[in-house]
């Protein structure tokens, strides 16, 4: 069984383990002092990211689908190694085929006890070589603290540069999204997707209808202030210089079979992408890591769960 393998290679007891659920699918659960994870080894999804005493940071469909070639709806999708529509091949599936693969684990460590790493790989193979001719070894590193850090790094192992594209598809959890608005990205020039204008907003953003913007030249920080919970996720970043944000409102929310037609009301994608003119060029040998580090910077204390009664 493999999930036997891996606790008995990865697993850290009472802290990181693998369960195989009745989709079939392999999830690595996390618990430390700071916080509880999941992630599905397909895709290399961070489904849940729960820091003590708070809601869910992070957001999945009531509908998805736990299938073979089709992603997770939500979490943190993997959109590589182009985002978007394939640049040049319209049958190519948009988002690439990162998350639609199985990664393997590369390492798993308990750094302290309030935080957890793991470290998992998918390198190029035949298969991925006939939806991209390239040879990569590309690492997804998640530590778990009171912050989720996820770093997405591309090696060259071959002997041609290389063009990607990528994305940290962020799916965040929110109370509604009449009560929430994105600070950060004031003054900076979108691409809108919906109307391929470029446009720019003095004011924080607040979002009343379906929204798709490509933020252009951005590298700073942003934050969704939730008047809702009473709380501010901050996404810090680096390797970027391009954000998303996207919510599908009411009639792309109905269009889509793994969301839920309400659901639209309680996420908002924040994305940390190399996306648009964004595009990242690695030689042989060479790397190129996204880093998306998500925290809450202010939020109402919870009162503590009491799991006796
Ligand atoms: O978030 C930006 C975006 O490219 C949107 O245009 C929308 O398509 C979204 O990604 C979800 O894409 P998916 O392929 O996961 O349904």
């Known amino acids: 069984m493999i999930t036997e393998l891996l606790n008995k290679g990865f697993g850290i007891p009472h802290t990181l383990t693998f369960i195989t659920e009745l989709d079939g699918m392999t999830y690595v659960y996390i618990t430390n002092n700071s916080a509880t994870a999941k992630i599905s080894l397909y895709g290399a999804q961070v489904l849940s990211f729960r820091p003590r005493h708070q809601e869910d940071i992070l957001w999945v469909s009531s509908k998805s689908l ?16 182009w985002f978007g529509a394939h640049p040049t091949d319209s049958t190519k599936q948009s988002h690439g085929f990162a998350r639609l693969s199985e990664w393997s684990v590369l390492t798993t460590e308990a750094v302290d006890e309030e935080t957890t790493r793991i470290i998992l790989k998918l390198q190029s193979s035949d298969e991925t070589m006939k939806m991209w001719p390239h040879k990569f070894i590309t690492t997804l590193t998640v530590t778990i603290s ?3 850090t996820v770093e997405l790094t591309t090696n060259n192992s071959g002997n041609e540069p290389f063009t990607i594209t990528s994305a940290l598809h962020s799916y965040f959890n929110i109370s509604d999204i009449s009560k929430v608005a994105i600070h950060g990205l004031e003054n900076s020039t979108f691409l809108d997707s919906l109307t391929n204008k470029e446009q720019t907003e003095n004011e924080p953003i607040k979002i009343n209808q379906e929204v798709d913007r490509i933020y252009l030249d951005h590298t700073g920080n942003c934050e969704i202030k939730d008047t809702g919970l009473e709380r501010t996720i901050q996404i810090d ?7 998303v944000v996207w919510n599908p409102w009411i009639d792309k929310a109905k269009r ?14 924040v994305e940390t992408t190399n996306a648009h003119t964004d595009t990242i060029e690695i030689t042989p040998d060479k790397d190129h890591t996204l880093t998306a580090v998500i925290s809450l910077v202010e939020q109402k204390q919870r009162p503590k769960l009491d799991h006796t009664k």
Do not use: H, V
Request: net charge positive; with cysteine; proline share 5%.
């Open 66 to 81: 736990y299938k073979q070639n089709k992603a997770i709806r939500g979490g943190i999708p993997l959109c590589w190694p």
């Open 237 to 243: 970043k680096q390797g970027s210089s391009s954000t």
């Open 256 to 269: 889509m079979a793994d969301f839920g037609d309400d659901e639209y009301q309680t996420m908002l994608c």
């Open 146 to 148: 009171n912050k989720l």
